[in-house]
Structures are given as C-alpha cells and as structure tokens.
C-alpha cells in the first residue's frame, strides 16, 4: 500500500527526481521561462516557491542580522547546488542593482510562479494546426520581443505541454463589479 507517499515517482529513483527538481528549478531562475511537461511543473511549484520565500526572509534580514542571512543564503544554496542562480535569486554580485529575484517580490504573498498550458497533447501538433505546420510563440520578457518555435517531441513524450515561468510585475487590481441580486438577473 502506498499510504502517505504522495510525491510522483515519474518512473526515477529518489536521486534521479531530486536532480530533475534542482535542474528544473536552476532552469526557471536562470532564464525565467521554461517549458515542460504539467506534472513536472507541478512538482517543481512547491519547491520554487518555498525557495523564493527563504530568499525573501534572507534579504528582509540582510541589514538587521546579519547570521540569520547567512543562515538563509546556505539553506538556499545546498537545496540548488548553483552559486550564480543563488547569487541572482538574493540580487548579490551582477545582480546587486536589480535586487534580484527575491527582491523583485518583496511586496507578494506567495503565488510567485505560473503555469500556462500550451493546447495540444505535443509540442509540435498545437490544436487547430497540421502536423507540418511549425508554430511559433511570440512573447516578451524582460523587455525584448522573442519567438519560440515548438518543434516536435521529445522522445515520443506526448504529454502536454507547459510554459512555466516566474510572474514578471503584480498584476493591476482587477475592477470589482458588484454582484447581481437574484430579482435583477431574472426580468
């Protein structure tokens, strides 16, 4: 019986998911924008967010204490193994200027990252589209204009495909619209 081992195996042994999770997770900070499969992504989720909240706490304490920083910067780092992606998630060395990615979410509770679903069960068939047609996504980030041609799959992996990526700005306040009463909507 599987009672209390919620984790997904992905058919690896423990080692091989807790590389697939750094790896993945040294992808999204070093370039901000991934893709992937959804269950990855879901699977790596949690482990970002918790790193960007200990980041958080770090630099929030930078200047006070200075220990409980230091504390912070090493739970970090042996969790991602990478010392420039540690470096650019707490904004020290090159990234000093722009407060780093921790920085950049000083003011959010959480919700650091999103998952955007690419229709189709493959990379290279979006719905709606021939197979030999190649699509292109355009977006922008950081403030260039870049494509991304979705070529094919990977190994005859046909799960679906996600764009996982960190938030670039807070979201604006969405209007809130008052609710209809009951005797409003029915004339």
């Known amino acids: 019986m599987r009672h209390r081992k919620k984790e997904k195996h992905f058919g690896r042994t423990s080692s091989h998911r807790k590389a697939l999770r750094c790896n993945l997770a040294n992808s999204l900070f070093t370039y901000g924008r991934i893709i992937t499969t959804v269950e990855k992504a879901k699977y790596v989720r949690p482990f970002v967010e918790k790193l960007i909240t200990t980041a958080k706490k770090g630099i929030a304490n930078k200047e006070t204490d200075k220990l409980t920083y ?8 042996s969790k991602l193994n990478n010392k420039e992606v540690v470096r650019k998630l707490f904004g020290e060395g090159k990234w000093r200027e722009s407060g780093g990615i921790a920085g950049r979410y000083a003011d959010r ?16 068939v979006l719905s709606g589209s021939s ?22 799959n990977r190994l005859g992996d046909n799960a679906s495909q996600v764009i996982f990526e960190l938030i670039e700005e807070v979201e604006e306040e969405k209007e809130i619209r008052p609710k209809m009463s009951v005797s409003e909507g029915k004339k």
């Open 70 to 77: 230091i504390h912070q910067y090493r739970q970090v780092l």
């Open 109 to 124: 509770n959480g919700g650091y990252t999103r998952i955007l679903r690419l229709s189709g069960s493959r990379m290279g």
């Open 131 to 152: 197979v030999g047609d190649i699509p292109e996504l355009e977006y922008k980030m950081e403030g260039f204009e870049r494509k991304l041609r979705l070529i094919g």
